[in-house]
């Protein structure tokens, strides 16, 4: 019982992780583009896409944070202490973006200055939480299930290139979406910054699928030794066929599929962080079974996630459906 619970909460965990980055990808996307769009009526209308849904969207993160304390205790304990200053900085730049978010409509006379702390917070939590996965996918030291390392141990080549990657597929999510939202001229904009960002994306996605292998041995038994790379094969081959649809739907004027294809690609990311992780929840030293809550434990939180999850589910579909349309500088039409 204990064994099924505990791949059971990973599964849960592993859905608002992937929930989150996908859909507050999006959102903190837009801002890192916002020194981009122009001053006025696209930055106006790139604002009121999000305005429906993008607290919304953060109950993920939640979810994921305060699950992760509940279902996996030692991997809370050790993650935290390993991550603090990125963990500390993350917090900020979302605290911050949601300020200017706010204050942008009530004080525009410091409109710029809001703008651009809208963008410096997105930026910001953006590259913290990259640098997340590469701290943690590096291994963290760990002895007698405490964390062991020194306070820059997060710092490293690999978690820069994984917070810079982790940026750009941000920014192609919030291309995508102002593309899916808008029409006409920003419209255009978004189509073009779509293309740059969507090679860019592509190939930060294979710079990093390269160097994760070499970090462990075990992440390079996976996705390498037979018979295993038979499946695992299977991943980079669907990476390849949605980039090729990706980029003959944006040369055929297709609004709503590229970013649709984008959230497919950071999906089969996800699914190779899991081929490359599972079943550590802190690697290479401490399985989700290790890591895990006494199964009494996770058998009640089980039944009250069992009632919030699809509530969850049921009004982030609806804020979605509601303001399903184009937006203008005023709101949905």
């Known amino acids: 019982m204990t064994l099924d619970l505990t791949i059971i ?5 592993g859905f608002a ?4 980055v996908c859909l507050d990808g999006f959102d903190l996307g837009v801002g890192i583009l916002f020194p981009l769009l122009a001053v006025g009526p696209e930055r106006d209308r790139a604002m009121n896409s999000l305005a429906p849904v993008w607290d919304g969207n953060e109950t993920w993160l939640v979810l994921g944070g305060g699950g992760l304390l509940a279902a996996f205790p030692v991997a809370y304990s050790i993650i935290l202490p ?3 200053p990125l963990i500390i900085a993350m917090l900020l730049g979302l605290i911050l973006r949601g300020v200017a978010f706010e204050f942008r409509w009530r004080e525009p006379r410091h409109r710029a200055m809001w703008d651009i702390a809208f963008s410096t917070g997105s930026t910001i939590a953006a590259l913290s939480q990259g640098m997340i996965l590469g701290a943690v996918l590096q291994g963290i030291n760990v002895v007698d299930n405490a964390y062991a390392g020194r306070w820059l141990d997060w710092l490293s080549p690999f978690s820069l290139l994984t917070g810079v990657a982790l940026v750009v597929g941000y920014c192609l999510l ?3 979406w102002l593309l899916w939202k ?4 920003e419209q255009d904009h978004a189509r073009r910054l779509a293309g740059w960002l969507g090679g860019a994306t592509l190939i930060a996605m294979a710079v990093v699928s390269a160097a994760t292998p ?6 390079w038994r996976r996705w390498f030794a037979m018979p295993g790379v038979l499946l695992t094969a299977q991943v980079p081959l669907l990476v390849v066929i949605a980039a090729i649809i990706f980029f003959v739907s944006l040369k055929r004027g297709a609004e709503r599929l590229p970013f649709l294809i984008t959230l497919g690609l950071f999906m089969l990311g996800f699914v190779g962080l899991c081929i490359s992780t599972f079943p550590y929840a802190v690697p290479p030293h401490v399985t989700i079974w290790e890591a895990a809550s006494p199964a009494s434990s996770q058998m009640f939180m089980l039944v009250g996630t069992a009632v919030i999850v699809p509530l969850i589910l049921a009004y982030t579909f609806w804020a979605y459906w509601v ?11």
């Open 9 to 13: 909460w990973a599964g849960i965990l």
């Open 82 to 84: 390993a991550t603090y």
């Open 182 to 185: 808008t029409d006409g001229l």
């Open 323 to 333: 303001f399903r349309g184009k937006v203008g500088t005023h709101g949905f039409h």
């Open 174 to 176: 919030g291309a995508t």
């Open 214 to 219: 070499y970090l462990h041995y075990a992440y």
């Open 17 to 20: 992780v992937c929930a989150y």
